[in-house]
């Protein structure tokens, strides 16, 4: 469902020793922004769910969306869902198939 809203793109990782680690993910990220004439900020947090809330609230973020939750228990889109219930979310899967999540069937 298309709501015409402005689009920022975060990438949370935890911290690491070796950044190049990042470099595929981080360049296919960014470039996939550019491409849709936006921006991209990439932080590094031990807590991403929190990081990723609080980011959201800065920029006053009407809908997230994220990759697909792998279902384990309190995974990063479960834990973002109960630091901000009143923030919807979708999640896309590699097929380009949007879900959306609801903690209440979860």
Known sequence: VEQN????????HKPIRDYAFLG?????LYRVTKELGSDMTL???DNPAQTAVDYAKSIHAKQLVTGMSDGSPNNFVYTVSTLAPHLP??????????YTYD???V
């Open 103 to 105: 903690v209440e069937f």
């Open 24 to 28: 595929a993910e981080a360049e296919y």
């Open 5 to 12: 809203l402005e689009l920022h793109v975060l990438m949370v």
């Open 89 to 98: 979310i979708k999640m896309v899967s590699k097929d380009n198939i949007v």
């Open 43 to 45: 932080m590094f947090s």
